[in-house]
């Protein structure tokens, strides 16, 4: 079967002026979409062109239907014959898996593996945040299992669940134990450490010997005893899944699909959907894919023929599987040409399933490493506030314009009178040769008055007009809630999201976002 190879070949167009390309689809996509907002469809044209690329990958499933959808999908473009459906029909041998590919090198990814097991059994039940210092309680896991996986294996040559669990649960409860002859003949541990260090079918160092003896007979009975049973609890109960049922039959038997089928083409759906097998369903589909992952990150070291091909990984309903090491594979996927895929319905859906102290920020950094995004309509403040600030602000220009016109009338009268009288007298003499006399007097009087009246009238019109500039929102989180089509024949069957990408000016929008169409 033919695919393509150059990092640069079109998949999709998006707009009449712009296509998303390999290279793009690299960076990874994540879809925003509430209930019935026609997210899945919209996807679908994205799934479609993975397929016809001759794109190998893995799908994870939450619901029976997406089962279904995938085989129309292969059916519809001709990739039929590269669909394997991984139920319990299937098998997946982890522990064989990992130890024919690496020996006792591998025990640290069998190690991480079942941490993964433990990990998802407990959020699957509820109980991840019922106790308090969760680091400590994985270290402690993480390193019981450390000391019990190299001794297993370098006494009998091979790992089981059964074992492991066996293993654990005969070791001695304190120091005096492991010199009494009684408790060495019913201690399943005892045989096992007594072959590692004298009849090993795999040879251990004699440093890695020592150390294991030294933890199981003095480190491990000195743990006191209430946390010693937790630690144990935790472990046995998580793996004790694997002992029977589904889990047991997909991944203790035999092996007929390993990671590295996809390599050549395979698209390996895991119809193990988490509504139908429910917590077995997150078990099972978290594990698988971290081999998965770890399989395509380390792909680059094979011969050229196992990567040439580009792969995608698929999650709708991506809150059900995401774990912590999808920031590690996010962050390095692409340099092994791997194009992932996550289809959610609001940020606060991955913070109820991520948990933790600050799941917000857990969640935001997870969402931030894929490069493009996809919104389509959405009830959620929180998601769709995100979104605005995702795709940022622009300088907006908006005008204003006014009018006013005026008029004055004023009416007016004044009245007003006066009077003035007044009176004046002299008189004066003089002696001397000559002799004189003058007199005077006199008086006047007058009065007077004045009226009128006076009018005006005014008036005035004037008119401005002009403009201010402010950075906003390109999108308001309102639009994404308002403005986007949700398909049916309500909305001609059409299907509308933004979409953005981080790096990117598209042609039709002039920025790092555009509308797109999808056709039901």
């Known amino acids: 079967m033919s695919f393509v190879k150059d990092l640069d070949t079109p998949l999709l167009g998006v707009s009449p002026d712009d296509v998303f390309t390999c290279r793009d689809a690299c960076g990874g996509v994540h879809v925003f979409g509430g209930i019935g907002a026609g997210k899945t469809f919209g996807s679908y044209m994205l799934a479609g062109a993975y397929l016809r690329a ?4 893995l799908v994870t499933a939450s619901k029976f239907e997406e089962v279904e959808l995938w085989q129309r999908y292969a059916r519809k473009h001709g990739r039929a014959s590269s669909l394997i459906l991984f139920d319990e029909n299937e098998g997946f041998n982890f522990l064989d898996y990992n130890m024919a590919l690496h020996g006792m090198d591998g025990i640290g990814t069998v190690t991480e593996c079942l941490m993964r097991v433990v990990d998802a059994a407990r959020k699957a039940s509820g109980t991840a945040s019922q106790r308090g210092g969760e680091a400590f309680w994985e270290d402690a896991a993480r390193q019981v299992l450390r000391y019990t996986l190299p001794a297993l294996y370098a006494a009998k040559g091979s790992l089981s669940i059964p074992d492991i669990i066996r293993f654990i649960s005969t070791a001695p409860a304190n120091v005096k134990e492991p010199t009494e002859r009684e408790w060495q003949k019913r201690s399943f541990m005892y045989e096992m450490m007594d072959r590692a260090a004298r009849f090993p ?13 030294t933890f199981w007979s003095e480190g491990w009975p000195a743990i006191p005893e209430k946390t010693r049973g937790n630690i144990c609890i935790t472990i046995t109960a998580a793996l004790d899944r694997f002992n029977h049922g589904r889990l047991n039959r997909a991944f203790c038997g035999k092996t007929t699909v390993v990671p590295e089928l996809s390599f050549h083409g395979a698209v390996i759906v895991l119809a193990m959907p988490t509504l139908t097998w429910n917590e077995d369903g997150v078990i099972a589909q978290q594990l698988f894919k971290f081999m998965w992952q770890r399989a ?4 680059n070291s094979l011969e050229e023929k196992h990567r040439e091909r ?13 774990n912590s090491y999808d920031y590690e594979f996010l ?3 692409r340099a092994s040409k791997c194009c992932v895929t996550y289809l959610t319905q609001s940020l606060p859906t991955y913070f109820a399933k991520i948990g933790g102290d600050n799941p917000k920020d857990a ?20 998601t769709n506030e995100y979104a605005s600030r995702m795709i940022g602000k622009v300088v907006t220009r908006r005008g204003n314009f006014s009018r006013g ?4 009338v004023n009416v007016g009268m004044s009245a007003g009178s006066s009077e003035n009288n007044g009176s004046s007298s002299n008189y004066g003499s003089s002696y001397g040769q000559q002799y004189s006399s003058n007199s005077g007097s006199g008086s006047s009087s007058g009065t007077g008055s004045n009226w009128g009246d006076s009018r005006g009238r005014a008036t005035s019109r004037n008119e401005s007009q002009g403009y201010s500039e402010s950075m906003e929102y390109a999108i308001e989180p309102g639009d994404f809630a308002r403005i986007l089509k949700t398909g049916g024949t309500r909305n001609g069957n059409e299907v509308t999201g933004v ?6 000016v598209f042609k039709a929008s002039g920025g790092n976002w555009l509308l797109a169409r999808f056709r039901q």
């Open 310 to 322: 580009f792969l995608f990984g698929w999650s709708d309903e991506s809150q059900e599987v995401v």
């Open 499 to 504: 979409w953005f990408q981080a790096g990117r």
């Open 363 to 382: 969640t935001e950094a997870l969402v931030g490493k894929f490069m493009t995004h996809v919104y389509h309509s959405n009830a959620c403040p929180t």
């Open 296 to 299: 395509v990150l380390s792909r």
């Open 201 to 213: 079918k795999v040879r251990m160092s004699n440093a890695a010997i020592a150390n294991t003896i």
């Open 54 to 57: 001759g794109m190998g990958g």
């Open 405 to 408: 016109s005026g008029e004055s």
């Open 331 to 333: 962050s390095l996927c």
